[in-house]
Structure formats: structure tokens, C-alpha cells
């Protein structure tokens, strides 16, 4: 089965084309402001290195959440576009379900955390390829909180390291682990994986939606204006 990936949740974009369990070309750019520029020509490329064409993937595979809402919107719209023009079968997969397989060979407890901004995260617990903990937005603080009941080192993946490192350094000292670079932004092939598993057993999408945990920063502050017009 040909699977085409696509990534653009968080700061790294990521493309991958995958013929059963092997790589066939693969490509990650860092720089969230030109996902909408780089992600086409991002697909020609892991095409043109396999030598395939579109017309030749069986299956697509998006991350469609959490992170970027507009990043979210761009990778969703156009892997459902590809699915719809050419008949085949497309797969959502969680942004972080995706980040914590990066980690999987991690033998302890694994957290990915995706920045929300203003010091919020998004988060789960695993524990290899098995997720122990819904998954939730809420502020940092809270997390160390939740990590108090596990007297354990715990792998940190995702873009959420790199705004909040040192305070998870500080609150957690020797317990803090860091997923290696790159890696810790996730490897577009990781969806492949968990979309392989998800068609095998029949959990394909009919219409992929774009999962958002919250709402944005323009309908927060829209609501918290109309609060204050009430009072």
C-alpha cells in the first residue's frame, strides 16, 4: 500500500510517501509561515524522488490536530481534496498520537506537548504506542501537577519543548528527558504507521474535521469582549 503523508500541525511541515513499511522519500521543512507555499511543492518532491505519481497513492494520511489552526486547515483541506479528486480513502491522525510514536521505543513514560501559546499546552501520557491519558489544553503548571503522581523520568516530544525546556527542566530536574532532534518534532513516516494500522482495522474517515481541543485566539477574545459588553 502507498500511503502519502502530510504534516503541517506545527512549526516543522513534514511530507513522507511510504510503500508498506519502507521509506520511500520523505521531507521536513521548519518554518510554520510557509506551509501554505511549501507544502505542493513538498509533494511533487517525495513523488518525483519515488518515482510515483499521485494517481498512484492508495492511501492519504493528515495530522488534523491539535496545533496551528491555520496549519491545520492547510494540510486537512488539501489531503481531503486529494482523496476526493481521486476516489481513494483518507485518515486523520492525532498530533499527538503522531509525536508520541516518535518516542515509542522510549521504554517510560512519554509526553508530547504541542505549544498553544500564553502558556497553554496540549498533551497526552503514553507509554510506548499505548496513550494512559486523554487528551487536554490547559496551562503548563498544570501538567507538572498531573506529572507529581508519576514517580518516574518522563520523555518530553514536540514543539512544546522548545518554548518551555527550562521550566520543565527547573520543576522536573533528573526526571526530565528530551526526545533527540529530530525526532523530537516527529517524523512524517510515524503517520504513515499509525494510518496503516487504522485502515487494516477499518477506521477509515468518512469526512476528516479539523480537530481544534479549543477555540482561537480571535473567538476567545470575541467572547471575552461580549462578556464585558453585558455587564
Known amino acids: 500500500m502507498l500511503i502519502l503523508t502530510i504534516d503541517t500541525s506545527c ?12 521509506i520511500l522519500a520523505e521531507e521536513t521543512i521548519n ?17 518525483t524522488a519515488s518515482n510515483k505519481v499521485i494517481d498512484d497513492v492508495d492511501l492519504f494520511a493528515v495530522v488534523n490536530g491539535p496545533g496551528s489552526f491555520t496549519g491545520l486547515r492547510i494540510g486537512v483541506s488539501t489531503a481531503k481534496a486529494f482523496a476526493y479528486t481521486l476516489d481513494k480513502p483518507v485518515i486523520g491522525v492525532n498530533t499527538l498520537d503522531y509525536l508520541a510514536r516518535s518516542a515509542a521505543n522510549y521504554k517510560g513514560l512519554i509526553c508530547p506537548i504541542i505549544d498553544a501559546r500564553n502558556d497553554f499546552v496540549f498533551f497526552s501520557l503514553y507509554r510506548g504506542n499505548e496513550r494512559i491519558y486523554d487528551y487536554k489544553v ?45 525526532l523530537l518534532l516527529g517524523k512524517p513516516s510515524f503517520i504513515a504507521d499509525i494510518a496503516r494500522e487504522k485502515y487494516e482495522s477499518g ?5 476528516i474535521e479539523v480537530y481544534y481541543m479549543r477555540k482561537s485566539q480571535a473567538e476567545r477574545m470575541k467572547e471575552e469582549k461580549a462578556g464585558k459588553a453585558c455587564k
Not at 518554518?31 to 513523488?47: C, E, F, G, R, W
Not at 477506521?203 to 469526512?207: A, I
Open 11 to 22: 512549526s516543522q511541515m513534514g511530507v513522507s510517501l511510504n510503500e508498506d513499511n519502507i
Open 31 to 47: 518554518n510554520k509561515k510557509t506551509h501554505s507555499v511549501k507544502l505542493m511543492p513538498a509533494v511533487d518532491n517525495v513523488l
Open 138 to 182: 490547559d496551562k503548563v503548571e498544570w501538567l507538572f501537577s498531573l506529572l507529581e503522581d508519576f514517580d518516574e523520568e518522563v520523555m518530553f516530544t514536540g514543539d512544546g519543548v522548545l518554548v518551555h525546556r527550562e521550566t520543565l527542566k527547573l520543576k522536573l530536574g533528573e526526571k526530565y528527558k528530551e526526545n533527540a532532534y529530530p
Open 203 to 207: 477506521q477509515v474517515d468518512s469526512d
